[in-house]
């Protein structure tokens, strides 16, 4: 008989929650078989583990559902894997080129909080000597 999962057993294995799984489900990456009475219980085989799988590493890579979706569909197909391969690249090398630029943006904050940084602290020295100067005027006046 074939491995099967159910849906706490899945959630516990990837530490994610069923209702993800069932999000998942209703966004077509997974399709369980149903048993028990009407169906309620979701039976997990070892391809829709893997799916899940993939679709868990797809949202680490930061693809979109719907392109996670076509990588694993296009993979369960018995087309050309060489077209396959190829659109898998492209889907690759556009996200490279997102996160490159996420990565520039975020560079670019990082160095505009720490030009607000140092200016803030630039100010709050100031107004520390500021601060001392009316003591040590108040109480030079005062020694007099």
């Known amino acids: 008989m074939a491995t099967t ?3 706490a057993e899945l959630a516990r294995e990837f530490d994610i ?13 997974l399709s ?9 219980n979701r039976v997990y085989s070892a391809r829709e ?4 799988k993939l679709t868990l590493r ?7 559902l719907s392109e996670i979706k ?5 993979y369960e197909s018995p087309k050309d894997t060489v077209a396959q391969i190829n659109r898998f690249l492209g889907v690759l090398a556009h996200q490279r080129e997102t996160l490159e630029q996420q990565r520039a943006d975020i560079e ?15 100010l709050l020295g100031e107004e520390d000597a500021l601060d001392a100067a009316p003591k040590e005027l108040h109480g030079a006046s005062s020694a007099a």
């Open 5 to 7: 999962y159910t849906i």
């Open 17 to 29: 929650t069923a209702r993800a799984i069932r999000f998942y489900e209703d966004q077509g990456l």
């Open 32 to 40: 369980p078989k149903r048993e028990g009475v009407g169906g309620r």
């Open 49 to 52: 583990r893997t799916r899940l």
């Open 58 to 64: 797809g949202k680490r890579l930061g693809l979109t």
């Open 70 to 74: 076509s990588i694993v569909d296009m």
């Open 108 to 122: 670019m904050a990082l160095e505009e909080i720490s030009a607000h940084e140092e200016e803030c602290r630039r």
